[in-house]
């Protein structure tokens, strides 16, 4: 299993599962980040945090927590 965290920069991935409960995984799926979905990781920042990446057509930025929770192929 391979995060989001771990994607490479300028890969396309698609959401196979997002682990985590309650309001944190209430809040990304809000943002779009459902199952399926193909993401496309821009850049990272120097220091890691946040992840740049555009889904379903917009950027987003995440934070490295939250990145470590979806689970992507």
Do not use: C, Q, W
């Given at each position: ?45 120097p220091l890691g945090d946040p ?5 379903r057509g917009y950027e987003l ?13």
């Amino acid at each position: 299993m391979v995060t989001l965290k771990e994607a490479k920069v300028g890969s396309t991935v698609r959401i196979d599962k997002i682990n985590g409960s309650g309001a944190v995984k209430r809040r990304i799926m809000d943002m779009g980040l459902t199952k399926g979905t193909d993401i496309f990781i821009r850049k990272v920042a120097p220091l890691g945090d946040p992840v740049e990446i555009t889904v379903r057509g917009y950027e987003l930025s995440l934070r490295k927590a939250d990145a470590e929770i979806i689970v992507v192929v």
